[in-house]
């Protein structure tokens, strides 16, 4: 399908196209809290060693082009937003943590309203890199786009609450930001956690091309967060030194409904909602483990989160220049 639409402002060519997404097999149990035999261990420069209890397949699937429908972050999970800035050098650890993570910021506070937000993580993908070898200056080391790591979700039932309150904690060994902070300091106050856990918090991540070439090899797709139920769920822990995180993977359904958007550039962003306290998958379950008062069913927000994988796209050209990215996760807090 093409079309001629103009959308932010620009002109484009509007497509769908279909890719490799890789998806956990139905011999992989599905499970909403960690079974402990689906992971893997992650070391200080961010690699992962072997996966053990998962099992890949590759599934061609129909992605349509999201530039063709406005997609939102409370309904679908995802959105693309243009943002142009002066942009830093992406592959200096300092300069991310000290400069972007402050345009992150204040970028995820435009777009949802949120009257707080830290930025606290990021990585940079390139493959070319990645078999280089290569390191960010002063921080951890380049990886690959995560394409048969397969479609997931940056967080769980348990890891989302679970590293909010780790923020509440000195920082640690894995944190990047002992360098803006200049220190171990925690980035909220013990007596503010209850409080934050009480009210609406969300984790959002801000994907961005940090090439000059647009992206053509192995874009990032989304799922419709409507599309997607518990069932497809599956508990994958990754194993810090420091503390065990996890993230969700998914086993594929006819029901998903996947978009992309086709040639990224860099004054161009992607937003992810990876966890929303308010989601309606999940809502009041903290609430009633915590005893406290269940939130008002009308405060729900239809996604809780996207899943979300890059993929392996059958229109790529040959000559298609490696993928160059970033991705920054924040955590977002409202009032009322």
């Known amino acids: 399908m093409r079309a001629v639409r103009r959308h932010f402002g620009r002109l484009s060519t509007v497509r769908s ?34 996966f053990f209890g998962t099992d890949p397949i590759a599934c061609r699937t129909q992605i349509a082009d999201g530039r063709a429908s406005r997609k939102t972050l409370d309904d679908n999970g995802f959105c693309m ?8 050098d992406y592959y200096d650890n300092q300069q991310v943590v000290d400069k972007y993570y402050r345009e992150c910021e204040a970028l995820i506070k435009r777009e949802t309203g949120a ?27 380049v990886q690959e786009p995560l394409i048969m790591y397969g479609v997931h979700n940056d967080y769980t039932l348990a890891s989302a609450p679970r590293r909010m309150a780790q923020l509440t904690q000195p920082l640690g060994a894995n944190d990047t930001l002992k360098t803006r902070q200049g220190g171990t300091s925690p ?39 409507a599309t997607v139920s518990t069932d497809d769920l599956v508990v994958f822990e990754i194993r810090y030194s420091d503390r065990v995180g996890e993230n969700y993977f998914a086993r594929a359904s006819t029901h998903h409904q996947w ?21 309606s998958d999940f809502l009041g379950l903290l609430e009633v483990e915590h005893g406290w008062e269940p939130p008002d069913a009308s405060s729900a927000v239809r996604a809780t989160f996207s899943m979300h994988s890059g993929f392996e796209d059958d229109n790529t050209p040959p000559e298609a220049p490696g993928r160059e990215s970033i991705e920054v996760r924040t955590m977002a807090f409202f009032d009322g």
């Not at 918090?201 to 990032?220: G, K, M, Q």
């Open 17 to 50: 196209t279909t890719g490799l997404l890789y998806f956990q097999s139905d011999r992989v149990p599905s499970s909403l809290k960690s079974t402990g035999h689906v992971g893997t261990n992650r070391d200080l420069l961010g690699s992962d060693g072997e």
């Open 81 to 88: 937003v243009e943002h142009t800035y002066d942009h830093v």
């Open 115 to 141: 009257s707080r937000v830290i930025a606290f993580d990021h990585n940079v993908r390139s493959r070319q890199q990645k078999d280089a070898g290569a390191h960010l200056k002063g921080g951890s080391a």
């Open 187 to 225: 980035l909220i106050s013990e007596s503010e956690r209850e409080a934050l856990l009480r009210g609406r918090w969300a984790i959002y991540n801000v994907w961005r091309n940090i090439a000059v070439a647009p992206v053509e090899s192995f874009p990032l797709a989304m799922c419709d967060a």
């Open 259 to 279: 978009y992309y958007y086709p040639r990224l550039v860099r004054d161009e962003a992607v937003l992810i909602k990876c966890w929303d306290s308010r989601g």
